[in-house]
């Protein structure tokens, strides 16, 4: 979605020189390595069906004041939920199999604004990684685990 947009907000501009071209590829990479399109989406439909649902319970006079309230407020809430998690291990289950390797962790946590390396879930989940891949249940355990104790 980002990259999409950026993409087609520079692609073959004329007026553009090549440091702003290195700029915008490398632009580019970080947003494809770091998944971030990915992490939007989850992002904004989580945050859209809380806002939709409080307006409706609401009811309020004022819905941009209540929105921007509930944004204000959202900071300090619980932002990822078990659904949530389980998107994110479909989506890198490639295969179907119900399973997912460690790199997978990795970048599941990346899309929840958490860094690990493996060595450092290696030491936390020793028994849990040892067969080298996670189910989902595994999975989504260790990104609330992760995600709690930010």
Known sequence: MASQLLEKLFQN???LN???????QETLSYLEKHKISLLFEVTFEIIYKELL????????NQPRKTLLDALKNHKNQQFFDTTDYEVIFEH????NDKTVKINSII????IIGITKSE??????????????FVNKNEFVDILKD???SR
Do not use: V
């Open 13 to 15: 501009n004329p007026h």
């Open 18 to 24: 090549e440091i702003q071209k290195d700029q915008i």
């Open 53 to 60: 649902s409080q307006l409706i319970f609401e009811m309020s």
């Open 92 to 95: 890198f289950d490639t295969f």
């Open 107 to 110: 970048q599941g946590l990346q």
């Open 119 to 132: 060595e450092e879930l290696n030491q936390k989940y020793t028994a849990i990684l040892k067969k080298g």
């Open 146 to 148: 992760e995600y709690s």
